[in-house]
């Protein structure tokens, strides 16, 4: 069926991209929120807005029979979760089918499988996908953990089985401190996802973070070329953009039609990410994981292949085959999307909340701004710190980073600390601009490079 009206069942940034997406489409939209979020910018362009439970995301955003109540209540056809809270929640998306509603995403059999990064491992081997050294399924005891590491040499993560942004990973050097992290790791995972188990991988040193978009529809499933991420801290993305210009361009084929492979292996439907460790020095590279949703992340790659990848999962969860072959997807240019928070980079990434009293925001030529700001709003302190996306399209990346600089130097959120002049440290930085970087690069260069950068303009 044809979706005509969609519930949001989000906030913030992406809810808004997700009413433009959904009203470009001609389709009603109903937006969800807690108590905290009455005055934020997708109730105001929602068609209908609910109120669905108090600030905690726990009684609100994540309590799934509130969301549903609403859903019912309303009427709408769909539900789209957005990224991050009940995503990727394969109970969520089945209760949303059996409540006789469509579930803008994949099916809950391919959210529980990939979502279960252990079973996800497993498709990727049955599909052919290069997968990183490493334990063969979960280990359930520290004794069967240390066997493994035993075999692979350190160093080694350990990561929750059922994890997501970062949580339940801990990197051990030694022994010791893998027999400390372990059952760190494992009360962690625990209290995030209710799954406290865990698998153990070798660390690839200086990695490349490197992600493929798919799209799928059911039956045909297809890639819209890579992005890097490299730029993290604590293993949160901090910069990502598309292409990956240090990838050989045969690894990007071969890259690039792994993930088509695993999509199809699973008769995936929807927007999804397949993400890669890509090794400079073997030039070869290794499965991670998949993201079963939008990401944040998704906007660089519209930019240089031109593809509402939000429209297009929504057409395909409403039994729209695909609208775009394989052959027609192009890359064009250069994106970098700079994700702005709530956040003092200069004081260990201290939040920030408060009131907006001034924005401005840069605007041009191949300039997007993705948020959910507006003068006079208060950015509650309950919720993941991101205020929007600054994404940067140039013909080249050297081009798209002298606007992306340009845009930095025009950008004014008063009111509130931002992690705007992280932006602007590292659109200077030489390394950045060779793209010289791996997952490990930000962390000690933020200790080095950006306070120096944070000195001599306290000095200018």
Known sequence: MSIKSLLIANRGEIAVRIIRAAKALGIRTVQVHSMADRDMLAVKLADKSVEIGPPAAAKSYLNIAAVLKAAQETGVDAVHPGYGFLSENAAFAQAVEDAGLIFVGPKAGAISLLGDKVEARKVAIAAGVPTVPGSNGRVETIDAAREVVERIGFPVMIKAAAGGGGRGIRIADTMADFERHFPQASAEALA???????????????????????????????????????????????????????????????????????????????????????????????????????????PVTEMITGIDLVQEMIRVAGGAKLSIRQEDVKVRGHAIECRINAEDPAKGFLPGPGTVDRLDIPEGEGVRFDTMLYEGYTVPPFYDSLLGKLIVWGETREACIIRLAEALDHFRISGLTTTIPLHQALAADPSVATADVHTRFLEPWLETEFQAYCASKEVA
């Open 192 to 298: 995030a996802f209710g799954d406290g188990g865990l698998y153990v991988e070798k660390v690839i040193t200086k990695a490349r973070h490197v992600e493929v978009q798919i799209l799928g529809d059911g039956e045909n499933a297809i890639h819209c070329f890579e992005r890097e991420c490299s730029l993290q801290r604590r293993r949160q993305k901090v910069w990502e953009e598309a292409p990956s210009v240090r990838l050989p361009e045969k690894v990007r084929q071969e890259l690039c039609a792994s993930a088509v492979r695993l999509a199809r292996q699973v008769n995936y439907r929807g927007a999804g990410t397949v993400e890669y460790l890509y090794d400079d020095e073997s030039g070869e590279f290794y499965f991670i994981e998949v993201n079963t949703r939008i990401q944040v992340e998704h």
